[in-house]
């Protein structure tokens, strides 16, 4: 039986994911072959991608988990490593979100193992659908709303 991870849960959660992939070099490959161009990257996770991309380019970083967003800017902020991280949902952005991608002007858009937690699930995925099938719908809902 899955666990059902708050936001919070799901921060930590994530973050030894993405440190796993960091230790087989997945974040550092996936960074160079990145077009050297403004990056929207969807999904900040902890910043350990979004810290290779700012590296070399320009970084606009969406999140809508506050617990990841905070430690990426903190990772970035350690490094002196310097990029955006808007705290936005990209299935609903605000137009402030709108208003800051457009002003960025990215021509590259990434996004990197994409998930999110439960409160996620629950706000665009019907409530009849069953709890072990909800993530999976939660992707679909997300890869036709995305503007």
Not at 69 to 88: F, P
Not at 112 to 122: E, I, K, Q, T
Request: aromatic share 6%; net charge neutral; with cysteine.
């Amino acid at each position: 039986m899955k666990v059902r991870m708050d936001p919070k849960t799901y921060s930590e959660h994530w973050e030894k994911e993405s440190m796993l992939f960091e230790s087989k070099g997945i974040y550092k490959l996936l960074s160079e072959i990145t077009p050297k161009e403004n990056v929207l990257e969807i999904g900040s996770g902890i910043g350990q991608a979004t810290l290779l991309l700012a590296s070399s380019r320009k970084v606009l970083a969406l999140d809508n988990n506050v617990h990841l967003v905070e430690k990426a800017r903190s990772r970035l902020a350690a490094a002196k490593v310097d990029a955006e991280i808007v705290v936005a949902d990209v299935l609903s952005p605000s137009p402030r979100c709108v208003a800051a991608i457009k002003e960025f002007a990215p021509k590259v858009i990434v996004g990197w193992f994409l998930g999110s937690n439960a409160d996620d699930h629950d706000k665009y995925v019907p409530a009849d659908v069953p709890s072990n099938e909800r993530p999976k719908k939660y992707d679909v809902a997300r890869e036709f709303r995305i503007p």
